[in-house]
């Protein structure tokens, strides 16, 4: 099995991960990392929590939740596991941003915490197979709004991916570092922030979450990497979360060819933002393959067929590039061009060597076989 120092479960007792390190220059990288990636990490905790007529604007004190009165977990892994136990979709929206808020300005501690086996559900959408996911037509509900639910859809999942990041791997915040946590629940901060929009937009279109089916594919691709931290970042920033760079221009314009520019609005804000998720998850992706000792492209691709994750294109190379991820981690025509580049180079070579003996031969015939004088 590949990876084992990283390869874990909350049950692993700590001194037993070890790690290689410094065993491949960092040149062999070839990363560019979002050049924006420090600026989202020092930026102040967003209160930007409802859409308002002119974009995203910040909660009036009087209309906040008074969650902060009923919880009180001690660190952040067990607001974290807290979280992952709530079922009501916009408490756990509301407590995932009280649980990055304390972390920020209370000095939480990470601790330790157990993740459930599964985050708690409401009792709708009734998760089915992609399979079952009615079209449009059959969905009644219209285009924007069937648009609208699948995104909170995906976006209630990631915060609960976010979250059972930093509880699932909190044992082993001494080898990952307490920048790794503090990125994750950044992270689902900003995905509990995008679940209010949509959530405050399906309201506005008279539809709520929950109104029609949905899949429980992102939480599968979560459970199958639950022992494995390269996994994890592999299957879900660098996978998951990079196809809502494909997706998000592509859903915008259908949205504005619906006629439905707020809901559109929304939804490039979301995309745009997402930006740094992807470069949350390379950037820790690199840095756990520093730490194995592998190289983070053919890792990657390892990854992925270990755990039977599947790339679907079409890609968006645009913003991909600008979140960091290497063309030739994902696209498979990428590499077959590479392969078949060097394939050629290769056969050049031979060609050029056979002429060069050639020529070294005929050299020698020729100085042998010469009129003396």
């Not at 601790?111 to 009734?126: E, F, T």
């Not at 209630?156 to 994750?184: K, M, Q, Y």
């Not at 983070?296 to 790339?311: A, I």
């Amino acid at each position: 099995m590949l990876y084992p120092a990283l390869r874990c479960s909350v049950c692993s007792p700590l001194p037993r991960l070890s790690l290689k390190t410094n065993s491949f220059s960092s040149s062999s990288l070839q990363c560019s990392p979002w050049s924006g990636l420090e600026a989202w990490r020092e930026s102040p905790i967003n209160e930007d929590r409802i859409w308002g007529p002119n974009g995203p604007q910040p909660l009036h004190l009087h209309s906040q939740s008074s969650t902060s009165d009923s919880y009180s977990p001690s660190s952040l892994a067990e607001f974290a596991a807290l979280v992952l136990s709530t079922s009501d979709p916009l408490t756990k929206s509301k407590l995932s941003h009280l649980a990055f808020s304390k972390w920020k300005m209370d000095n939480l501690p990470l601790g330790v915490s157990q993740p459930p086996s599964r985050p708690a559900r409401p009792p709708k959408p009734l998760l089915v197979s992609t399979k079952e996911i009615p079209p449009p037509k059959d969905s009644g509900l219209p285009l924007n709004a069937y648009m609208l639910h699948n995104l909170a859809h995906v976006e209630l999942n990631a915060i609960d991916l976010a979250w059972d990041t930093v509880v699932r791997f909190s044992p082993f915040s001494e080898i990952l570092g307490e920048g790794f946590f503090v990125d994750f629940a950044h992270v689902a901060d900003d995905e509990s922030r995008h679940f209010s929009w949509c959530s405050q937009r399906l309201a506005e279109l008279g539809y709520k979450y929950g109104d029609m089916p949905a899949h429980n594919v992102l939480w599968r691709e979560c459970e199958k990497t639950s022992d494995n931290v390269a996994a994890r970042l592999a299957a879900i920033p660098l996978v998951q979360e990079a196809r809502g760079l494909d997706a998000g221009p592509r859903l915008v314009q259908r949205l504005i060819g619906f006629g439905d520019l707020r809901t559109s609005n929304i939804v490039a804000r979301i995309a745009e933002e997402e930006v740094a998720h992807v470069a949350v998850g390379v950037h820790w992706f690199v840095d756990v393959c520093q730490k194995l000792g592998c190289a983070p492209c053919s890792t990657f691709k390892d990854l992925l067929k270990e755990y039977n994750v599947e790339l679907k294109g079409p890609f968006n190379y645009t913003a991909r590039d600008v979140a960091g991820i290497p063309c030739d981690w994902y696209d498979v025509s990428e590499t077959s061009s590479s392969a078949k580049k060097q394939e050629k180079n290769e056969q050049l070579s031979r060609v050029y060597n056979r002429l060069a003996s050639i020529i070294s031969m005929e050299s020698e015939n020729s100085s042998l076989n010469g009129t003396p004088e």
